[in-house]
């Protein structure tokens, strides 16, 4: 069973930082690139980031590029998102994904659980 699991969301002050983990299982995560997705209730999911296989490819969507990075273990089957210089607009779900690119915003079968981010004074 494939299983993708996001800890590391919570409140947080304009401004601040939060980094977010997705551990996966069930899968050769290493063979996968892998994508973060964030959805704001009562709006569509919207497409963060990217990363290859060996985590030297990465990629942003312009709402978040030069503050979000993103990268991976492969040895330790976890994805990353930290995420810096937060905006109140940050605020979502946060969702792993497995495959790549804003594609994989229309599949929720890629998707893990979701972890809560909040940015707010």
Sequence with gaps: EVRLVESGGGMVQPGG???LSCVASGFDFSRYDMTWVRQVPGKGPEW??????IGIA???ADSVKGRFTISRSN???TLYLQMDKLKPEDTALYYCARG???A???NRSLW????QVTVSS
């Excluded at 893990?112 to 972890?115: E, L, N, P, R, Y």
């Design 17 to 19: 930082s939060l980094r």
């Design 48 to 53: 963060v980031s990217s990363i290859n296989t």
């Design 58 to 60: 990465d990629y942003y």
């Design 75 to 77: 040895a330790l089957n």
């Design 100 to 102: 790549h690119g804003p």
């Design 104 to 106: 994989v915003a229309l």
């Design 112 to 115: 893990g659980q979701g972890i």
